[in-house]
């Protein structure tokens, strides 16, 4: 079974997946007079029908046992989905390309800063939430509207994956 590198979180390195919700490193401008800084669209909400509506929520993830046999993804084919954690600790993101499936070699895993958000793209491929604490809480941005909008995809047992963080 291939064990994850779990990877530090970048906007580069996690640009085929979608973005990386920060202020570290990202552009902004005044407003409010100059009191505020505005990091102006970070991400951008993708949905699918003139019905859908982009809805904001707080996921309160439990800790799964580490370290963690991977058997599953899933993908959202409707919409985006964000996750920024909103108590500033570090979390695990983990994904593969989008595709008909998602191919066991071509999975990554990250590990957010806790000042990192991330923002999986329409059809991106990954883990439901990993919070390394035993409870966190996330505020979720992503698409509600007609129709089935969460594919999810089992391995072969050949095709399992390790994630094993340091403790
Ligand atoms: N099912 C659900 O709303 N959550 C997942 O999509 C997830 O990525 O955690
Ligand atoms: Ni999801």
Known sequence: MRTLIIEPLSKAAFAPFGEVIETDDSAF???????????????????????DQAIISIFRAEALPMPL????????PQGSQAFVPLLGNPFLIVVAPPGDVPVSG??????????????????????????????????VVDRSGPGPNCDEHFFEAHEYLLLAPHP
């Open 69 to 76: 046999t991977i058997r599953m993804l899933e993908r959202h």
């Open 29 to 51: 401008f005044m407003i409010n007079n100059g009191s505020t800084q505005r990091y102006h669209q970070l991400a951008t909400v993708q949905t699918n029908t003139p019905d």
């Open 106 to 139: 071509s999975v990554r895993a990250f590990r957010s800063n806790g000042r990192q958000g991330i923002n999986y793209h329409r059809g991106v491929w990954h883990h439901p939430v990993l919070t390394i604490e035993k409870r966190d809480d996330f505020l």
